[in-house]
């Protein structure tokens, strides 16, 4: 009898070895097919992150530009004639953490928008549709309304962290909640997960609603701001501890390409290639989480490029989560940048919140998309 269960546990690890490795030979040779797409995102993303450089409300000329990141690196200040020092307090203090937080921040929603949709099988998921961003701003706003001023612990002072840690927790109580009602759903899983999205949405929105009649005018306008998604008043200091949660759970849902290519073929398909389901939807669930909380405790809620990105990254490249997943990564932080040039270019020297930009575009994307699916369905 011993040796029967040696046996059988051998055979399992066996066949669940040889599915791995099959599977990643797959996945590799696909991924080695769309390198070139990988490198070209990337030359796009370097192109108009330096382009957002240069344009605002003050433009900036590129000889400018590179003798002010010159003189702040090197030792000796042969550069300063390029340039006023008015520029340098812009380029170093305003624009460049803007850039910085657009590639962050639009990379982040577009990865957990490529993730949650290979997670549900669904192309119509993303982290604002199912309530990921509602939930995430909801305790955001707790804490900005309830925990106002500094937060001091052991005299060291947090309140930078406190911001991201609570968006986390927010979003990943919204992200258990979607996926533990819609696995017992019946019929239509995908319409019953946009459902408890809607639900989600009107929860968090009616909260948010009642703390933002608690707040004072300070809170009121940063609140109405933030609520719209915006850009303009992230700092250095304010953007470091979200960028290091952000690239943990980016390292994390970059790891689960394979097990989410296997899981595309159904479940029982994954588990005879050798993938722990249960352990893998825990990761995508807590990296997504992370990764979408710590985007929305920074730039508020900007919707739609966890929807629009990820889509137009399969047309290209296909459905293997290898080149999806960096693809809608690179391509989250394109548009984001270009959604932000368009907001502090359109009124300028005034600015549109980011967030009205990128609905602009991504709700029409969104209806365009479910006509699509409905004409599928029916034919």
């Given at each position: 009898m011993p040796n029967d269960i040696t046996s059988q546990k051998a055979d399992h690890l066996m066949v669940g070895l040889r599915g791995r490795l099959s599977l990643k030979s797959i996945t590799m040779a696909d991924?080695?097919?769309y390198r070139p797409l990988i490198t070209l995102l990337g030359c796009m993303m370097v192109v108009l992150a330096f382009i957002s450089t240069l344009v605002g409300a003050y433009n900036i000329s590129a000889t400018s530009v590179i003798a002010i990141l010159l003189d702040s690196v090197l030792p000796f200040d042969g550069f300063k004639a390029y340039?006023?020092?008015?520029e340098s307090s812009i380029l170093l203090s305003i624009r460049l953490p803007r850039v910085a937080s657009a590639i962050i921040v639009g990379g982040a929603l577009?990865?957990?928008?490529?993730?949650?949709?290979?997670?549900?099988?669904?192309p119509l998921a993303e982290p604002g549709l199912i309530g990921v961003s509602s939930g995430a701003a909801l305790s955001a706003v707790a804490v900005i309304v309830l925990l106002s001023g500094q937060v001091i612990l052991f005299n060291v002072d947090i309140t930078a962290y406190i911001l991201p840690v609570a968006a986390f927790l927010g979003g990943l109580a919204a992200t258990v909640t979607v996926y533990m009602i819609g696995r017992t759903a019946r019929g239509d899983i995908a319409a019953t997960m946009l459902l408890i999205g809607v639900a989600l949405n009107a929860v968090a929105m009616a909260g948010i609603g009642v703390l933002q009649f608690l707040s004072d005018d300070t809170q009121l306008r940063l609140l109405t701001f933030w609520m719209m998604g915006g850009l303009g008043s992230i700092s250095w200091q304010s953007l470091l501890p979200v960028s290091v949660l952000i690239a943990v759970g980016c390292a994390g849902l970059i790891r689960l390409a394979v097990p989410l290519n296997a899981y595309l073929l159904g479940a029982n398909e994954a588990r005879h290639?050798?993938?722990d389901i249960k352990v893998m939807t825990k990761k995508a669930v807590l990296f997504s989480a992370l990764i979408v909380?710590?985007?929305v405790s920074v730039a508020g809620i900007i919707g739609f490029i966890g929807l629009i990105v990820?889509?137009?990254?399969r047309q290209i490249s296909g459905p293997d989560n290898r080149t999806v997943i960096i693809g809608s990564a690179l391509m989250g932080a394109m548009l984001l940048l270009f959604a932000d040039l368009c907001a502090r270019t359109i009124i300028a020297p005034a600015e549109l919140p980011v967030g009205l930009v990128t609905?602009?575009?991504?709700?029409?994307f969104f209806?365009?998309?479910l006509m699509r699916r409905n004409v599928r369905v029916r034919s």
């Open positions: 991924f080695r097919k340039f006023a020092p008015h577009g990865i957990s928008g490529a993730v949650l949709q290979s997670l549900f099988r669904n290639l050798g993938i909380g710590a985007a990820p889509h137009l990254v609905s602009a575009v991504g709700g029409p209806l365009w998309l």
